[in-house]
């Protein structure tokens, strides 16, 4: 599996979540929360980041699940 990001976007009334760079979503939910666990476990298994964006499509959030060399230190969760 390859390193792509997951995005969290609003598609049509609802939420999905592509990979970087694809146009098609991988998966469609009735809400953001169900969206963005799907995008987290398909990151934890990628190794990847979750970028989550709001109603606008801007991005509001972002989690990563690789080894990064530096990770930030994350005071929200």
Do not use: C
């Amino acid at each position: 599996m390859g390193k792509k990001n997951q995005h969290v976007v609003p598609h049509e009334g609802r939420w999905a979540v592509k990979d970087a760079g694809n146009e098609r979503a991988t998966s469609v939910h009735d809400t953001q929360r169900e969206a963005i666990e799907r995008a987290r476990d398909l990151a934890e298994r990628a190794r990847s980041e979750v970028v989550i964006h709001n109603r606008e499509g801007v991005i509001r959030d972002k989690d990563s699940y690789g080894n990064a060399p530096n990770p930030p230190r994350d005071t929200r969760h």
